[in-house]
Structure formats: structure tokens, C-alpha cells
């Protein structure tokens, strides 16, 4: 038995030494969905179910947060209404008339996913949970959101709260480019309240900053993480998965080992005798860097005193326009 074993063992690590560079190898067991996103450019780099509606748990949070940041005063002091208090799953214990600042309320929310925190933050915003979910609804749809539906503040299990992989995927990279909501999901420790954050891809993972875990016997385990790593951000998401960390570390490393981020155009970098007003990084593959064309068209002059468009660039993978943008003469 014991030489079958050994036999066995060999085999496999000789399969995985000759794997194929960029393949994941699945040690971990897949997803139900999944989805990996380069943030700046929302080029989605793998995905699989990426549009099937799941359930998300407490991955809503995500979502409830970027919410309250882009609309409160994270320094107002919030009194905890009696509605919050003893919410079912994970809290932080909040009893009714305590005082906590929005920002406090934040931490509780996205480091220890309390739902007490959340149905306060949601109160606090809009009054109701039908007016939060509403208002949800509505900041998803702006962020490009459209096969997602949101009921309440927190994932707790109601069959009308669902969303897609991609669309998650999606709202973690608006997020994730908020500098306050980053800050709070990347913290590990938050000392004025002594919380821990939960999410143990921030000690495990080389790069990791944040964003959110969540569990339900309905959604099964889910996770959003973001990565950076040689100037690429990279956020993947995974729905229903019983190896969530394996499985991320598994589609994060694929991500950062097959791509890198190119800089395709350069702001104030002379192009035919003009000049770009932006820069362009793009991720992509060693193979696809030799196939972008970039088209430069001229546009003639209109002797306009102002700074003038003198032409356009357009950026192609293959055949697919990634990027364009006006450019400007060089001033003399």
C-alpha cells in the first residue's frame, strides 16, 4: 500500500512540473462563478458563469460601503436604532443607543461583516431598508450593474438578492478605486475598536488588499479579493466555492503570471508632430503585445488660438478598438 501511495505521489508532482505555462492547474475545486478584472481598464481576464445570478452573502457589503462613502460624512456620529440591534449572522454586538461615527460603523461593517453595522448605516442613509436597497439598486446601475438585484444592506438570504461574478467584479473595482474604501478594507487591525479583520487573504496573499468574504448555507463561500503586483490591480471574485482562498490564490497568480500592464500611449509624448493629453496601459499577454496597431489620424488645422484638436489616435487589439483619444498640436 504504502509503494502504491508513493507511486501515486510521484506521478503527480511529474504532471505538475510539465504543466503548460499560464494554465491553472485546479488544486483548488472551481467555483460556481468566477471572475478576474484588471481595475483600471475593467478588462475582465477570465471568467466562467460570470452572468449566472447567485446569491453573494455578505459580499453585498461591498457594495453598501462604496455606497456610504461616496455620500456621507464618515465623522458624523450615529446613534444605533433598536432595529439594528441582535440582526441575525455576524455582528459586532451593537446595542441600541450606541454612539459610533459613520467610519467606525464602516470598520465593523467590512472587517468583522457585522450586519448590525450595516442595517445602522442603512437606516442612517435612507430611513428604511426598501429606501437603502433602493438606492443600491440604483448606484449599481450607474456603475454599469445590470444582471444584479439588491434587496437589503447585508446578504442575508432572500431569493429576490442575487448578483453575477462579473458585475460584483465590477462594483469591487469602482470601489477599490476609492482611496477611503481601500484604506478600510486593506486595515488588518482597527485599534479604536480592537477589531480584526477576517479576511485571511490580507496575511496570506503577497499584495493583497482586501476586499471581502461572506458566507451563507444558501451562497455557500464567496470572496472578492484585489491584488496589485507590478503595477497591475487585479480583483477576482468567486461565488459559491468550498476552497475560496485556494481558488483565488489560484486565479490571481494565473492573472499576475500571464499579464502585465503595457503602456501603450504616454501623455506629452510627440505623435507625428502632436501630442496625447492622456496616458493608456493596457494588460496583456507577451503574444498580444505583438498584435496592437495603433492608427493615428490627422485632422487639419482650424487656426483656432485655442489649443486645438489636431488629430485622433485609436488603439486596437486585433480588431477590437480597446482605447481612443483626441490629440493636440505641440506647442511651439
Not at 512540473?17 to 468566477?34: D, F, Q, T, W
Request: charged residues 25%; proline residues 3%.
Amino acid at each position: 500500500m504504502k509503494r502504491n501511495f508513493l507511486a501515486v505521489f510521484a506521478l503527480l508532482v511529474a504532471l505538475i512540473a510539465v504543466l503548460p505555462k499560464g494554465e491553472i492547474s485546479h488544486a483548488a475545486e472551481s467555483a460556481k462563478a468566477e471572475c478576474v478584472l484588471e481595475v483600471s481598464s475593467r478588462r475582465v481576464l477570465h471568467e466562467e458563469n460570470a452572468e449566472t445570478n447567485l446569491p453573494m452573502a455578505s459580499t453585498t457589503k461591498v457594495l453598501t460601503a462604496i455606497l456610504i462613502i461616496d455620500s456621507c460624512n464618515l465623522d458624523e456620529e450615529v446613534a444605533v436604532p433598536k432595529e439594528a440591534e441582535g440582526t441575525e449572522g455576524s455582528s459586532v454586538y451593537l446595542r441600541a443607543g450606541d454612539v459610533l461615527t459613520v467610519r467606525d460603523l464602516l470598520y465593523g461593517l467590512m472587517l468583522r461583516s457585522g450586519n448590525d453595522c450595516a442595517v445602522t448605516l442603512a437606516l442612517y442613509h435612507s430611513g428604511s431598508i426598501e429606501a437603502f436597497a433602493h438606492a443600491m439598486n440604483k448606484k449599481a446601475a450607474a456603475l454599469g450593474v445590470i444582471h444584479s438585484k439588491f434587496v437589503n444592506p447585508h446578504g442575508l438570504p432572500d431569493k429576490r438578492h442575487y448578483t453575477t461574478a462579473r458585475d460584483l467584479a465590477l462594483i469591487s473595482a469602482y470601489a477599490m478605486e476609492n482611496e477611503t474604501f481601500r484604506e478600510i478594507v486593506s486595515c488588518k487591525f482597527y485599534a479604536p475598536r480592537g477589531w480584526q479583520n477576517k479576511n485571511r487573504m490580507l496575511y496570506e496573499y503577497d499584495g493583497a488588499i482586501g476586499v471581502k468574504t461572506g458566507f451563507t448555507l444558501a451562497a455557500g463561500r464567496c470572496l472578492v479579493t484585489c491584488a496589485e503586483r507590478g503595477g497591475m490591480t487585479i480583483v477576482t471574485v468567486v461565488l459559491s466555492c468550498p476552497d475560496m482562498y485556494g481558488r483565488t490564490k489560484e486565479l490571481l497568480d494565473n492573472a499576475f503570471q500571464n499579464y502585465s500592464m503595457v503602456k501603450l500611449c504616454e501623455r506629452g509624448k510627440p505623435v507625428e508632430g502632436m501630442v496625447a493629453l492622456s496616458d493608456f496601459s493596457y494588460p496583456l499577454t507577451e503574444e498580444e503585445e505583438g498584435k496592437i496597431v495603433i492608427q493615428i489620424e490627422r485632422l487639419g488645422e482650424s487656426g483656432s488660438e485655442e489649443e486645438e484638436i489636431a488629430g485622433r489616435m485609436r488603439i486596437f487589439l486585433e480588431k477590437d478598438l480597446i482605447f481612443s483619444q483626441n490629440l493636440v498640436m505641440i506647442e511651439p
